[in-house]
T-cell receptor, first 112, second 111 residues
Framework: KQEVTQIPAALSVPEGENLVLNCSFT??????LQWFRQDPGKGLTSLLL?????REQTSGRLNASLDKSSGRSTLYIAASQPGDSATYLC???????????FGQGTTLQVKP | EAGVAQSPRYKIIEKRQSVAFWCNPI?????LYWYQQILGQGPKLLIQ????????DSQLPKDRFSAERLKGVDSTLKIQPAKLEDSAVYLC?????????FGEGSRLTVL
């Protein structure tokens, strides 16, 4: 069974810090990995999509990378701000099952 | 560009009652998904449509849940009868190719 683990489950940092969120898959046959942000009581907002031919994507202060050989992805947030406080979820398409599998999320709090 | 629209945003019902949720995907998106998200967990796929055909409903509890996507656009998810464990946020998403776009979700509380 394909599982997705996000580490850490929760993170609290002071404003301005650079931070890394991790996502790993038991099935390394992953393609099309997507990172989302979810604010309390809201739906998921797409942040970055890494397609099968890509290894990383960047948007503003966010950079996501995917290492298919190890089944791991990282989301790097530079110069964190209080507005970045939210839950971040990764989701990957399994090449074996053809399903999009979500992690449980990392809840980030950035303190002013 | 309008996003994925869902309604109602909130619904409170008693167990054994029925409820229906509606979703209007982004215009032109052929693929539509319904996810269930229980508090503190990641979303779980209930059903995936490609146009008006079902691609995957393997995790849909078919004894009480049903979904349809008439004319390949809007979709409705129904629960009948509801159980306490159905309390969750029901998220609709759509995609054109690979990237998924989600609506705000419909929060269901079953008492």
């Amino acid at each position: 069974k394909q599982e997705v683990t996000q580490i850490p489950a929760a993170l609290s940092v002071p404003e301005g810090e650079n931070l890394v969120l991790n996502c790993s898959f038991t099935d390394s046959a992953i393609y099309n990995l997507q990172w989302f942000r979810q604010d309390p009581g809201k739906g998921l907002t797409s942040l970055l999509l890494i397609q099968s031919s890509q290894r990383e994507q960047t948007s503003g202060r966010l950079n996501a990378s995917l290492d298919k050989s190890s089944g791991r992805s990282t989301l790097y947030i530079a110069a964190s701000q209080p507005g970045d406080s939210a839950t971040y979820l990764c989701a990957g398409y399994s090449g074996n099952t053809g399903k999009l599998i979500f992690g449980q999320g990392t809840t980030l709090q950035v303190k002013p | 560009e309008a996003g994925v629209a869902q309604s109602p945003r909130y619904k409170i019902i008693e167990k054994r009652q029925s409820v229906a949720f509606w979703c209007n995907p982004i215009s032109g998106h052929a693929t539509l998904y319904w996810y269930q998200q229980i508090l503190g967990q990641g979303p779980k796929l209930l059903i995936q449509f490609q146009n008006n055909g079902v691609v995957d409903d393997s995790q849909l509890p078919k004894d009480r849940f049903s979904a349809e996507r008439l004319k390949g656009v809007d979709s409705t998810l129904k629960i009948q009868p509801a159980k306490l464990e159905d309390s969750a946020v029901y998220l609709c998403a759509s995609s054109l190719v690979a990237e998924l776009f989600f609506g705000e979700g419909s929060r269901l509380t079953v008492l």
